[in-house]
């Protein structure tokens, strides 16, 4: 293990002594400190430390002010100010602090959370809950006796402007906070490079004091005096009043001028613990620093070992008033117990001394926070509108299980979670529509119907691109629709819903100041062009709804039976629209498929067998149905033929067309949404139960279309689920939780589909050919550690693919092939992802483009020419 030691040389001293002065007068720049539980915008200075400490009103909105019992505020030693009040918070699963240090992200903080329960209520029980930093467990608190005083410290490098420190309720006592603090570090001493460092021991050997913090340790780091570390056969030294010590660390003073040593000179000084966990890695500092005034013929030097191996590579002679410091410069390898031996050398007159000793165990924290700029904007929407929702606090997305109410996420791997979605319908809005919502750029959904807003509706609503819901409905606005709202509306490209009295808003207004008369005359004729398409669609659904309510007239003439719906075709015709079954087209899981004509019109013909209970079910569920032929043994079903194919032949290379990345994206989105309707469209649900790439039927404009649903299933509505039998499927893209428990559910289709997209993204069958029969996932997760997401894309089409537009397909194939079905997405959040992948690769060919478009503009100027 390498290691790395620090020093200051005397000469260096009266510098170091200077910066440590400057540096004290800026003690607290940058720094938060919390009382919990004192009034609200109250305040004060600690009279021990000289730290200001803040009410905690500012920082959450949730729990009960407490005081512990008089009793305790008695005890030796006398406690500090700052754990004499509380915040408890008996309502509520997660409650949080928000903080957001000046210095932003990716700096070190060192945060500290006490606890003291001091029997505040009367219970004489203290409880046991769950801390989190960000989105992830940072430990657990619990207490050995009511009296006792928990302290949780780490030092932590967020990637977010945001630090939420959570209290997690695990059904065992109301979680309570006594203090909290973060306060900036604003150089390396401690090492960021592993994870977060928790603090699991600082401790002063020979102290004098219960414990020293600020102002005799700039950072208010606390060293203790007494610990759970075992040290054997020691005697403390004389404490040295005279000695002023400093070093890289800024260890204080007051710790550094005392030290401990064996017993027995001649023996080593031995330090033993245990880990909590059997998981911790360990980091290990260690200060040291003479004491004592040597003489000329007294020398001291020792070696040190860690579980039996030397743990630095020469021997260490302290320096008088100059802090050593040695530290682990990588996790030190785990074990079951540790143990420092501090061996003195032969040549050594003294025995060993050490002064100080801080253990850090490395935390990961990687899960990813909501963006920045999503989670500023929820926020800044909670306070201006005071919303008063139980589980507001924290991160508005993660983790999943406390995603706030009414706030929707998109969850895309290593990407940051994102708002799509947002209801406060009914919530008690007044005032104008806020300008945060403008940043939540990726919103897809928008209620703030049934509210009191009142004011203008602003145009920036009209700039979230990504908006395809808005309801405003119920509130008390004024003035007109913004021009380019009623537009996206009119195009089909927003669903907006709005009181009656706004009228669609004034079409004649000018919305921008550059505007003309003329631009005028245009939204006019616009305006008129809309209503236009408006009469003629009314029109048509009239067609409609009487041609429905005509059928539904004639279904109670008749029994429910094929006759009524779609045409008979007799054995001899079936014959001779396939001139006596001459070309096969394919073959089903049910029957062989025969191309044929019906006048000019081509169509598929698959011939079932007359015994199959599954053919006949197809009859009401082919969703391409022309025909069908049910005579004596013959049973025939007649449906479009599609004229490309199926999506196999194209992606296996057997039709000779290469189906571009644009139109990948596009026959996926057909397909989707067929799913989409099958789950939640049909009532009750279906099941497909054989999603695959031969299974997607192409049109002859390469829509895609979905084939063959002999295996489907009908999932009622109270049960969610389906237990079937028999396992149905095809080996490849049959999802594997359904072929453990046989339990069918609408995630079964949606792993399907997820082969069926890697299948798109890379060109390779769903289990490999020939000698390779790995499985597509197995062979997209190998690869995408590479960084390089165009590895992954059919060589075909490799060079002519957007990177993000694949990224975001190859994100939606991997959340639908996850393990756990609950971890997969619906096929409404499919489909509404597919398309948004699609938006990208159409806005990168705009570019392309309009960048052909402006160099063939600028050859035309004339310039010299090279002869």
């Known amino acids: 293990m390498r290691l790395f030691k620090c020093f200051v040389p005397l000469t260096l001293v009266y510098l170091a002594l200077i910066a440590a002065i400057v540096h004290s007068q800026d003690d607290q720049s940058g720094s938060i400190h919390i009382d919990c539980g004192i009034p609200g ?164 050997y020979g102290g004098i004091f219960a414990y020293y913090r600020y102002k005799d340790d700039i950072y208010d780091r606390l060293w203790n005096s007494f610990d759970e570390i075992n040290t054997s056969s020691i005697y403390d030294f004389e404490v040295l009043k005279d000695y002023a010590y400093d070093g890289a660390f ?192 990726m919103l897809r959904s928008l209620d703030l119907s049934n509210n009191n807003l009142s004011g203008d509706i602003p145009d920036f609503l009209a700039q979230l691109t990504f908006l395809r819901i808005l309801n405003i409905k119920g509130n008390n606005f004024t003035g007109s629709v913004p021009l380019v709202l009623l537009s996206k509306s009119k195009s089909g490209f927003l669903t907006l819903s709005m009181d009656s009295s706004l009228g669609g808003g004034d079409t004649n207004q000018c919305l921008s100041s550059s505007c003309n008369q003329s631009s005028n005359k245009s939204l006019i004729r616009i305006a008129a062009s809309v209503v236009s398409v408006l009469v003629l669609i009314l029109i048509a659904l009239i067609i409609i709804l009487w041609i429905r309510r005509r059928r539904k007239r004639q279904a109670h003439l008749k029994d429910n039976s094929l006759e009524t719906i779609k045409r008979r075709f007799t054995y001899s015709e079936i014959l001779k629209l396939t001139n006596n079954f001459e070309k096969i087209v394919g073959k089903g899981g049910f029957g062989t498929v025969y191309h044929g004509y019906i006048g000019d019109t081509q169509v598929a013909v698959k011939m079932l067998s007359p015994t199959s209970v599954q053919g006949y079910k197809e009859f009401q569920t082919e969703a391409t149905l022309v025909g069908y032929c049910n005579e004596d043994n013959h049973l025939g079903i007649i449906y479009e033929y599609m004229a490309n194919g199926d999506l196999e032949g194209h992606l296996a290379g057997k039709r000779s067309n290469v189906l571009s990345w644009e139109q990948r994206i596009l026959i996926a989105t057909d397909a989707a949404e067929g799913f989409e309707y099958l789950h939640h469209g049909c009532k009750p649900p279906i099941i497909h139960r054989d999603v695959k790439s031969t299974n997607i039927l192409l049109t002859e404009n390469f829509q895609g279309k979905l084939a063959d649903f002999g295996l489907s299933r009908v999932i009622p509505f109270e049960a969610g689920s389906h237990i079937t039998t028999v396992v149905s499927g095809t080996p490849g893209y049959l999802d594997p939780q359904y072929y453990r428990s046989n339990r069918l559910t609408e995630k079964s289709d949606v792993y399907s589909f997820g082969i069926v997209l890697l299948e798109m993204i890379t060109g390779r069958p769903a289990i490999g050919t020939g000698d390779d029969h790995e499985h597509i996932v197995e062979w997209v997760r190998s690869r995408i550690e590479e960084g390089d997401v165009r590895i992954l894309v059919d060589s075909r089409i490799r060079q002519n693919v957007d990177v993000n537009s694949v990224w975001k397909a190859l994100e939606i194939a991997l959340a639908c092939v996850s393990i756990a079905s609950d971890d997969r997405p619906t096929m409404n959040f499919v489909a509404t992802q597919l398309k948004e992948c699609l938006e990208t690769e159409l806005q990168t060919r705009k570019k392309e483009l309009v960048g052909v478009m402006s160099l063939n503009i600028d050859s035309d100027v004339s310039s010299p020419q090279a002869r």
């Open 41 to 204: 915008n109250s305040n004060y200075t600690d009279s021990t430390t000289g730290i200001n400490y803040v009410s905690d009103s500012g920082f959450t909105d949730a729990g009960e002010s407490k005081t512990i019992l008089p009793i305790y505020r008695t005890i030796t030693p006398v406690l500090p100010q700052e754990v004499l009040t509380l915040r408890s918070f008996p309502g509520g699963i997660r409650n949080c602090y928000t903080l957001k240090p000046v210095q932003g992200p990716g700096n070190r903080y060192f945060i500290r959370a006490w606890f003291f329960y001091g029997n505040y209520d009367s219970k004489g029980q203290a409880p046991k809950f769950d801390i989190y930093l960000g989105v992830e467990k940072w430990d657990t608190v619990s207490f050995n006796q009511t009296v006792s005083r928990v302290l949780r410290e780490i030092i932590h490098v967020p990637t977010s402007e945001y630090i939420h420190v959570c209290l997690v309720n695990t059904g065992h006592g109301t979680p309570f906070i006594s203090s909290l603090d973060l306060r900036y570090f604003n150089n390396s001493m401690y090492t960021a490079e592993f994870g977060s460092l928790y603090l699991f021991s600082r401790l002063d």
């Open 250 to 441: 800024e260890v204080p003073t007051e710790v550094m001028r005392s030290a401990i040593a064996p017993e027995n000179t001649s023996n080593p000084l031995k330090i033993t613990w245990e880990p909590r966990n059997a998981s911790d890695q360990f980091l290990i500092y260690l200060h040291y620093a003479e004491v004592q005034t040597l003489q000329r013929n007294q020398t001291r030097e020792f070696n040190i070992y860690l579980n039996g191996n030397l743990w630095y590579n020469r021997p260490i002679s302290p320096f008088n008033r100059s802090t050593g410091t040695l530290y682990s410069t990588e996790p030190e390898n785990q074990t079951s117990n540790y143990e420092i031996l501090i061996q003195k050398t032969k040549r050594s007159t003294l025995p060993p001394i050490i002064n100080a000793i801080e253990l850090f165990t490395v935390r990961q924290f990687l899960q990813s926070q909501t963006d920045d700029q999503d989670a500023g904007s929820i926020m800044d929407i909670k306070s201006v509108y005071k919303v008063q929702k139980e589980n507001w606090q924290g991160d508005p997305c993660a983790p999943r299980a406390y995603a706030w109410d009414g706030v929707g996420c998109s969850y895309n791997g290593s990407d940051l979670p994102r708002i799509t979605s947002l209801n406060l319908s009914s919530s008690g809005l007044s005032g104008k529509i806020a300008p945060s919502l403008s940043n939540l750029t």
